[in-house]
C-alpha cells in the first residue's frame, strides 16, 4: 500500500521535518514498515536546467529553420 501526503509550500524546512518525524513515530506504534521517498526535487523542471547549447549542431544549412519540412520530410513550406 502507498500513502502519499501532500505538504504546503509554506511549511519550513523544521515543519516539515518535525511533521515526518511524527508521522514515523505514530506508524511505528502500530508496527506498519515506513519508507519516506522526499519528492521534492521533483518539483524542478529538468528544461529549466537544460542546456541548448551543449547538444546544438551546426548542419551548414542556413534556412533550416524556415524550411524545416522539406529537409526533414522532403516537403516545402510555403
Known amino acids: 500500500m502507498q ?3 501532500n505538504l504546503p509550500d509554506n511549511l519550513t524546512p ?3 521535518s518535525q511533521l515526518i518525524k511524527n ?3 505514530l506508524l511505528q506504534k502500530e508496527s506498519v514498515a515506513l519508507e519516506i ?3 521534492l526535487e521533483s518539483d ?3 528544461w529549466d536546467e537544460f542546456n541548448f547549447e551543449n547538444i546544438a549542431v551546426d548542419t ?3 534556412d533550416f529553420a524556415v524550411n524545416h519540412d ?3 520530410y522532403k516537403t516545402s513550406h510555403e
Open 3 to 5: 500513502l502519499k501526503i
Open 14 to 16: 523544521e515543519k516539515t
Open 23 to 25: 508521522i514515523e513515530k
Open 37 to 39: 521517498e522526499n519528492n
Open 44 to 46: 524542478i523542471d529538468a
Open 60 to 62: 551548414g544549412i542556413e
Open 70 to 72: 522539406r529537409y526533414l
